[in-house]
């Protein structure tokens, strides 16, 4: 049996994480005292099995203290984006119907209008308190450190981060109300990419997000040490691999990116050695930016696909990705199909829509029609990606079916055409989405980041079109390139495009 008590009982003076920016240590057993004291006040609160609490806070020390805390009360807990605006916030918290908030003095802006939520009973804060909110650390003090009477399995439930459209929040109830009954896709996780206590995990993504929470959870309940950023910088990730001799990681391609742009001196000054798997996901891996990162790591780069709603996953090691360039891999969890917008499988090599079937089901809270639109039949959903399945069973992204560009009756996707720009070396980061046109519906439009905002200009924009007709099709060039000085891709790597697209059509 594998659960954070159990470490607590059989080492608990070990390290469950440490904050790597301050060196505070949480060991398995002060993880336990403290989770039991969040139970006790979720339960003096009156909450019941499967009310609702939301939080939004930075990478804390609080911040897995209180995920196990509702892991053994029946609370359904909702970690809310800190790149959310304060509508988009306001909305997650009705929608999902907590409560109970929990957020700290860095968004005290967002902490005020969260106060006029109907739904919410109890605000707390970390750290430092506002009018309204009450001491997190104060309220739990005297509290028991000894499990509450009545544990219950909890669950999380996140949001979608808002990229195309109004967050949904993402719901897959526990299978048993037994609380060392963790769920089976997060034992399989362990299970597939050997955890245990010989990990030490550095984690440099926010842990609102679906994979840093999950995974970090997976290392506590396999008895591993996680090293937790406060969030991410490209040198001081490879100070902490060598610092602390990490061994396992988890990064987005904009993460690679940004490590391969270091000037060379920088990169080569750390040891990462030490590290001997390399998870990334999130979006496609650009194939020069991955090949890159195999020459300098080795054959540690590990890429899975999957989403937060858990329906199934593909996996790809660097030694099978090296033979189907490109890919994010075959399935392990459920069955990959590719279907077209009728419902009907596509022939291999042919863009789809891509489905899961056979995988866990789920629900989006309060959106019976986004759930039914999610399924084409029973147990047969996608969250809303395009791809192909070549003749080996191997899956490759083109895009969100969202952000596809239709021009002059043509698909074109724009993944495609931002993966041959990052790879320019005077190129920080770019946006690609269709704009209107009279004559062709959409035109393709590229909005970069440079690394220096003194190449912002017409000359370089029309190199970047340049660099693009000597590696793509006509139909793929941006018609016109626009420089912003950064693009809207928050902490959790994920390019919030929309907005950009709102402003420019």
Same mark, same amino acid.
């Given at each position: ?11 608990? &003076? ?84 907590? %409560? ?51 544990? $219950? ?15 949904? +929040? ?50 506590? $309940? ?22 602390? %001799? ?94 077209? &917008? ?6 291999? +090599? ?36 395009? +791809? ?10 083109? &895009? @969100?079916?969202?952000?596809?560009? $239709?021009? +002059? ?16 070396? @005077?190129?920080? &980061? ?72 709102? @402003?420019?059509?």
């Amino acid at each position: 049996m594998s659960h954070p008590r159990v470490f607590a009982q059989s080492q608990p &003076d070990k390290p469950a994480y440490v904050m790597t920016d301050t060196g505070e240590i949480v060991t398995y057993l002060q993880l336990e005292e403290r989770a039991n004291k969040i139970a006790h006040l979720f339960t003096n609160a009156g909450l019941k099995k499967h009310d609702h609490v939301a939080m939004m806070m930075e990478n804390h020390t609080r911040f897995f203290e209180i995920i196990w805390g509702a892991m053994r009360s029946g609370i359904i807990i909702t970690p809310i984006s800190t790149a959310l605006l304060e509508e988009e916030v306001a909305y997650i918290l009705s929608n999902c119907e907590a %409560k109970l908030f929990i957020t700290s003095p860095k968004y005290t802006k967002i902490a005020k209008s969260a106060l006029s939520v109907e739904n919410i009973d109890h605000y707390f804060m970390v750290n430092d308190v506002i009018a309204g909110y009450s001491s997190l650390e104060s309220a739990i003090e005297d509290l028991p450190a000894t499990p509450i009477a009545n544990e $219950i399995q909890g669950a999380t439930m996140l949001y979608s981060s808002g990229t195309t459209g109004v967050p949904k +929040g993402v719901y897959s109830p526990p299978e048993s109300d037994d609380i060392m009954e963790i769920k089976p896709i997060l034992i399989a996780i362990g299970q597939t990419f050997k955890f245990g206590p010989h990990v030490k995990y550095l984690s440099p993504a926010p842990l609102y997000h679906a994979a840093p929470l999950a995974y970090n959870m997976v290392n506590m $309940i396999f008895g591993g040490t996680s090293y937790i950023m406060s969030k991410f910088d490209a040198e001081k990730s490879l100070a902490v691999i060598e610092k602390f %001799k990490t061994n396992y990681s988890q990064w987005v391609p904009i993460m690679f990116v940004r490590m391969l742009k270091l000037p060379e001196g920088v990169r080569e000054k750390y040891d990462v050695s030490s590290m001997k798997l390399a998870l990334h996901a999130a979006a496609p891996c650009p194939i020069q930016i991955k090949e890159q990162m195999i020459e300098w790591w080795g054959p540690v780069i590990f890429e899975y696909y999957g989403a937060s709603e858990g329906n199934g996953m593909t996996a790809i090691t660097s030694e099978e990705w090296l033979t189907h360039k490109g890919s994010v891999g075959r399935a392990f969890s459920a069955t990959l199909v590719i279907l077209d &917008d009728d419902g009907n499988e596509v022939p291999r +090599g042919e863009i789809g829509n891509v489905y899961f079937e056979g995988g866990s089901e789920f629900k989006y809270h309060n959106e019976p029609g986004k759930t039914k639109n999610s399924y084409a039949r029973p147990k047969c959903s996608t969250v809303g990606d395009i +791809g192909f399945m070549d003749k080996d069973g191997y899956l490759y992204l083109t &895009d @969100r079916k969202n952000f596809t560009i $239709i021009t +002059g009756g043509v698909n074109v996707y724009p993944q495609e055409i931002e993966n041959c720009i990052i790879n320019h070396p @005077r190129v920080a &980061d770019v946006a690609v989405f269709g704009i209107p046109h009279e004559e062709f519906g959409q035109e393709v439009k590229a909005v970069v980041q440079p690394k220096d905002w003194a190449d912002a200009t017409s000359d370089f924009g029309a190199e970047i079109m340049d660099y693009c007709r000597e590696r793509l099709s006509r139909i793929k060039i941006p018609r016109s390139v626009d420089f912003e000085q950064e693009l809207p891709r928050k902490d959790n790597g994920k390019l919030y495009k929309r907005r950009l697209v709102e @402003r420019y059509t």
